[in-house]
């Protein structure tokens, strides 16, 4: 079957359809009672309208780019990590976040290459290549030590070092946890996972998520890189 490309519908029959749409919903919903006083939960501007669902990452629980995920109460550490399995040892998967003041003129950039900054009460496992079986890393945050020493967001990337496709990968994930303190239980275990995500991007980097330390919420991202980190270098 050969489709024919449609051409692109004029924009005054655009406007009056949109015109149209408006005037019937505004005469239906005229005719209908009052309410009365209405509560609108102003948690709802924390919920993103669904948009591209069909390239999200699958996950535990399917969530729309944008939306923000509380923290648990009195919870000290968040710990962002990436899982992968290397079946013969030859991938090379790297997790690295940037932390920002509010007004994103002071950076802080934790990776493989700069694994921890004490001050800011940030921390990186340590660079994981080329081994055989489960691999992981992850980054521990101390989240009013690193709001003590300016910080307020922290960015998450997750980065294919050899430049390949997550696609490539028979299995990667990323997530979170929370700890009491950082480093704490050098090997976590799945039951404290909090959030997981499958990293099937056609991109060699994502921009999975960015924690607000002062709201106290994690938003997913989800965005594709082409492998540039969010480095301020």
Sequence with gaps: VIEKKLTALPMHIIDAVNAAVNKTLTHKFAILSKLGDVYIDPQLDLTPIPAAMRSVSSSLRTLVRGTRIPFPINKKVIRAYVHWNDEIGTQDID?????????????????????????????????????????????????????????????????????GSFTDLKECVFGWMFRQHPQANEIFLPKTITEAFA?????????????????????WLDLESEGILLNPE
């Design 199 to 219: 990293l099937t991007n056609s991109s060699p980097a994502v921009y999975t998520c960015v924690v607000d330390l002062l709201e106290k919420n994690v938003m």
């Design 95 to 163: 997790l690295s976040c940037t932390a920002t003041s509010v007004d994103f003129t002071k950076t802080q950039f934790t990776s493989f290459r700069d694994l921890r900054d004490v001050h800011a009460g940030i921390y990186h496992s340590g660079d994981v290549r080329q081994r055989m079986g489960p691999c992981a890393e992850y980054i521990d945050v101390d989240i009013q030590q690193c709001l003590e020493a300016g910080y307020r967001y922290v960015f998450f990337t997750a980065h294919n070092f050899q430049n």
